[in-house]
């Protein structure tokens, strides 16, 4: 492979795991992803929580759009702005997600920045999703969101202060940030 050019895309490879590669696989995608399950909704919202480049941002949510994973929703007519909500294609990659992140804490170090709960009996997630108390496998809308011993007490951007606190899966956010402050996309 000694100066060969690496491929852009899995076109050689049928597998399912390509395919959803090809649609998730680039930096930063999961992460959009995650953020949106989390309750991100607005273009700022995104970008200031990630620090990520506004070009990549853009091109992201354009393609899980396209993928219909987000679905682009005007929620402001005059300057017109948008906001981005997850689909329930978008929602089916929540266990993706919460594998990745439980792997991630156990292979590669960490304390649990958030922890996860059955809203209906207040009882820890088992890391399959499953509820070790009712021993039903939670949907999203069902699970609060709390923090976890390794998650920043004191963080700088208005999203993270926003997330600090318990709460459901998939309900927008609100930040204290002033409207002055958002871009229309």
């Known amino acids: 492979m000694d100066g060969m050019a690496l491929g852009k895309d899995y076109a050689t490879q049928e597998c399912s795991i390509a395919r959803a590669l ?30 990520i480049p506004r070009a990549v ?27 981005y909500v997850v689909t329930d294609r978008g929602i089916a990659l929540w266990p993706v997600l919460r ?15 958030r922890t996860f709960w059955h809203a209906d ?19 999203p809308h069902d699970i609060d969101m709390r923090p976890g011993p390794g998650l920043d007490p004191d963080p700088a951007d208005p999203v993270s202060r ?6 459901r899966l998939l309900q927008p956010i609100e930040t204290e940030q002033p409207p002055a402050q958002r871009r229309p996309v």
């Not at 941002?57 to 906001?83: C, F, H, M, V």
């Not at 594998?99 to 920045?113: D, K, T």
């Open 99 to 113: 594998a990745l992140g439980i792997w991630g804490r156990e292979q590669l170090g960490g304390e649990p920045m």
């Open 121 to 139: 009996c207040g009882t820890e997630l088992s890391p399959h999703g499953a509820c070790p108390a009712c021993g039903t496998l939670v949907a």
């Open 22 to 51: 090809e649609v998730v696989g680039e930096r930063w995608t999961l992460l959009v992803i995650r953020d949106a399950l989390y309750g991100v909704r607005r273009y700022n919202d995104f970008l200031v929580h990630l620090g």
């Open 162 to 167: 926003a997330l600090l606190g318990p709460r």
């Open 57 to 83: 941002l853009a091109n992201r949510l354009q393609t899980l759009t396209a993928e219909g994973i987000l679905d682009k929703r005007r929620y402001q007519e005059s300057p017109p702005r948008d906001e």
